[in-house]
C-alpha cells in the first residue's frame, strides 16, 4: 500500500524508537523521540533499512484502543516482537515457517486464548498468589540481609535487582537452587540477544543472531522444563504454580495438551524475571534521581504500593509489543491494510502528557497511576499481581534498611527495545 508522505514517520526518529541500540540511551533517544511522536504523528508509518514497514503507536489512548480489540488486532500471525527482516527470515527458517516460537498465551489469539487463559488465570489470581507472601517475605529478608551488609559502593543490579526475582521465580515453580545459574543464564540469553555482553558463543554473528538466540534459549527452556512437567505429573505438590498449571482444566475440564502445559509453564520463568529486575531497578533509579521521594517513602511505608506502581510506570521493562492487522480497516484515521503491523510503545504511552501529570518527575504519590507497563486488554499480563507482591515484599524490607542513598556513576542500559533496563546501577547508601 502506498502511505500518504504526511504519514511517513522521518527516519531518524523511527530508528531513535526501533532499534535496540536507542534503548542504550533511552533519555537523550527514545523519550525525546517518542514525545515529537506523541504531538505530531502518534500513529504514523515508520519504514528503515532492514526492517519490515511497522505503523508506530505513541499515545497512551491509542495504545488502548489497538490493544483492546482482539478480533481486529491479532498477536501472532506474523510476530508479537519487532525483529529486522533478517532476523524474522532467519526465525521462520528455524521454526517450520513462523515466528510462534512459543506456544504461550501471546502467541494465542481467539478462541484459541481465551480457552487456555480462562484455564490457568485463577493460578494468578491476587487471593492464590497471596499464599507465597511468606515465602517471598523471607526470600527478600535474605536478599536485603546481604545487600545491606556490602554498605558503600555498590552495583544495585548484580547486588539486589537481578537475583532476587529470579530466585522469587524458581520459588513459586518449585526449581531448585542448583539450578540458579542455568536459569539466569538462560533468561540472559533469551532477552539479551542485541546485547554485545548477553551474546551466546554457540550463535555466530549475522543480522539474524538476535533471533537465533532467541530460539536456541526457548528451545533450552524447553528441554529443561520438559523435566518440571514430567517430574510434577508424577509427584505433583502442594503450593506449586508448576503444579498448578500442569493440573489446570479448560472449561470441558480436559487437561491441557503437555506441549502448552510446558510452555506455560516455562513462561513463569520467561516473564517473571528480567521484566521484575527491570521494575525493581527501575524503582531505585527513579528515588536515586528523586531523592524528596526517597524521604517520602521513608516516611510513609503506606506509600510502597504507590513506588511500585511509579517504577512500572519510569521503567517500562517491555518497551513494545506487537500486533498485526487481521483484515483491512480505519483504524485512528489511517487506512490499515490486513497483515500491517502495529509496534505498540508502552514506553510512549507511559509518558503521555494527556493521560500523566509531570511525566518526567518520578512521583510515589501519584494517583490514579494507569501506566501500561503490563499492557492493556485481553493479553493484559497474566503475572501483575506475583510481580507487584515481589517488588512490595522487597521495598518494605529495603526501605527501612536505608538511612541515605546517592547515585555513585552513570547505569548503564541493556540495548534491547524489547524487555530492558538497568544494566548496572552504581549506588551508595548508608544502612539505618
Ligand atoms: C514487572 C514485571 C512484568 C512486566 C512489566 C510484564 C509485562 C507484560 C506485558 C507487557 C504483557 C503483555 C503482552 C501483550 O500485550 O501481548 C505480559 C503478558 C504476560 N505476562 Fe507479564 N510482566 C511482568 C511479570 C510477569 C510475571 C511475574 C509473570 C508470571 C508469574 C508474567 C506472566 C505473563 C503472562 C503469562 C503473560 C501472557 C498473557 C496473555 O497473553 O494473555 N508476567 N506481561
Known amino acids: 500500500m502506498t502511505v500518504e508522505t504526511a504519514l511517513t514517520v522521518p527516519e531518524e526518529i523511527a530508528r531513535s524508537v526501533m532499534l535496540p541500540e ?12 517518542c514525545r515529537w511522536l506523541r504531538e505530531n504523528l502518534p500513529v504514523g508509518r515508520a519504514e528503515i533499512d532492514g526492517y519490515d514497514p511497522v505503523w508506530l503507536i505513541a499515545r497512551h489512548a491509542d495504545i488502548k484502543t489497538i490493544l483492546g480489540d482482539q478480533d481486529l488486532f491479532h498477536n501472532a500471525d506474523v510476530n ?10 532467519g526465525l521462520r527458517a528455524l521454526n517450520g515457517g513462523n515466528t510462534k516460537v512459543l506456544e504461550n498465551l501471546s502467541y494465542m489469539d481467539p478462541p484459541e486464548h481465551a480457552t487456555y487463559r480462562t484455564a490457568i488465570a485463577p ?6 498468589v497471596r499464599q507465597f507472601e511468606a515465602r517471598l517475605k523471607t526470600l527478600a529478608k535474605e536478599h536485603v540481609d546481604r545487600f545491606i551488609e556490602a554498605e558503600g559502593d555498590i552495583d544495585f ?25 542455568y536459569m539466569l543464564r538462560l533468561t540472559q540469553d533469551t532477552f539479551g540477544g542485541d546485547d554485545p555482553d548477553w551474546k551466546r558463543d554457540d550463535v555466530p554473528e549475522s543480522p539474524e543472531a538476535a533471533a537465533r538466540q532467541w530460539h536456541a534459549a526457548v528451545q533450552d527452556f524447553y528441554e529443561y522444563f520438559e523435566g ?44 517473571g524475571h528480567d521484566t521484575v529486575n527491570s521494575a525493581i531497578s527501575g524503582c531505585m533509579h527513579g528515588l536515586l534521581q528523586f531523592p524528596d521521594q526517597f524521604a517520602k517513602v521513608k516516611e510513609d511505608p503506606s506509600l510502597i504500593p504507590g513506588l511500585v506502581d511509579e517504577g512500572l510506570r519510569w521503567a517500562t521493562p517491555a518497551k513494545h509489543f ?20 502495529v509496534m505498540a510503545l508502552f514506553v510512549s504511552g507511559n509518558r503521555d ?16 497511576n494507569p501506566h501500561l507497563s503490563f499492557s492493556y486488554g485481553p493479553h493484559v499480563c497474566l503475572g501483575q499481581h506475583v510481580a507487584k507482591l515481589e ?35 552504581p549506588m551508595r547508601f548508608v544502612a539505618a
Not at 494527556?354 to 518527575?361: G, R
Not at 541515605?404 to 552513570?410: D, F, R, S, V, Y
Request: glycine share 4%.
Open 157 to 181: 543490579v548484580s547486588e539486589l535487582s537481578r537475583d532476587y526475582p529470579l530466585s522469587a521465580v524458581m520459588e513459586l515453580a518449585g526449581i531448585p537452587p542448583e539450578d540458579y545459574q
Open 228 to 271: 518440571i512437567r514430567s517430574d510434577r505429573t508424577e509427584r505433583p505438590r502442594l503450593a506449586d504454580m508448576s503444579t498448578e498449571i500442569i493440573t489446570s482444566r479448560t472449561a470441558d475440564g480436559a487437561l491441557m495438551p503437555d506441549r502448552i502445559q510446558n510452555h506455560l509453564t516455562l513462561t513463569l520463568a520467561l516473564a
Open 353 to 368: 502528557e494527556e493521560v500523566f501529570e509531570s511525566p518526567y518527575d518520578f512521583d510515589v504519590t501519584r494517583k490514579p
Open 80 to 89: 508479537i516482537l519487532l525483529y529486522p527482516t533478517a532476523g524474522e527470515e
Open 322 to 341: 506487537m500486533r498485526n492487522a487481521s483484515e483491512d480497516a480505519d483504524v485512528l484515521g489511517v487506512e490499515m491494510n490486513a497483515m500491517d503491523r
Open 22 to 33: 536507542s534503548y542504550a540511551d533511552l533519555d537523550g533517544t527514545v523519550h525525546p523521540a
Open 391 to 425: 517488588m512490595r515484599t522487597l521495598y518494605a524490607e529495603l526501605i527501612p534498611r536505608l538511612r541515605t542513598i546517592e547515585p555513585a556513576g552513570e547505569p548503564t542500559l541493556k540495548l534491547s527495545n524489547f524487555v530492558s533496563g538497568q544494566k548496572t546501577l
Open 123 to 128: 493460578v494468578f489470581s491476587p487471593a492464590r
